[in-house]
């Protein structure tokens, strides 16, 4: 049971670390790499809204006249979020290889939910842009999006069941 224990707080402690690393190399990205990013998270306006930006070299963000899509637009922080709580959940249930397989796989979920709820914070926010007090409701939209995020993340990974022995999964409903 201690030898069990000990494993679980090691592959989790892996986690937290995968994390930490992340945090730092998504917040020390090339211009290029902030770029590439920014050019992917511009489409979305530009699909929904019909607005053309413009890219400032200089200060490495894009443009639509009345609001810029720059680096702290892209949401890597709450991907390293959902990641880190994704990771731990379930990891102390697995065995053998499932259990690197399960931190991949939580860094793929982690991604694609972190991208969506980015990209639903960005479109929302954009009804906004005429607003005194844009900042503001853009950070309100922030904190419910990537809370509500983080929230639905948690359920999701509560509600699969990963039997103890580390046998194959089974996703149950509870009712």
């Not at 986690?15 to 990205?29: A, G, K, P």
């Not at 709580?85 to 397989?101: D, F, H, R, S």
Request: hydrophobic share 50%.
């Amino acid at each position: 049971m201690i030898k069990k224990n000990i494993n679980t707080i090691v592959w989790q402690a892996a986690v937290v670390l995968i994390s930490l690393d992340l945090f730092y190399w998504f917040n020390h990205l090339s211009k290029s790499q902030i770029k590439f990013l920014l050019d992917f998270y511009k489409k979305f306006p530009e699909i929904f809204f019909g607005h053309l930006f413009w890219y400032n070299e200089v200060e490495n963000w894009h443009s639509a006249g009345r609001y810029v899509i720059s680096k702290e637009c892209l949401g890597l922080n709450i991907i390293v979020l959902i990641f880190g709580l994704c990771g731990v959940m379930n990891i102390g249930k697995l065995k053998g290889y499932k259990k690197p397989l399960w931190i991949l796989t939580s860094a793929v979920l982690a991604i694609l939910f972190g991208v969506f709820a980015n990209i639903l914070r960005l479109l929302s926010s954009v009804y906004f842009t005429a607003y005194a007090n844009f900042n503001t409701i853009h950070t309100m939209l922030g904190i419910v999006i990537y809370l509500s995020a983080i929230i639905f993340c948690y359920v999701f990974f509560k509600r699969i069941k990963i039997k103890e022995n580390g046998g194959s999964d089974n996703y149950e409903k509870h009712i």
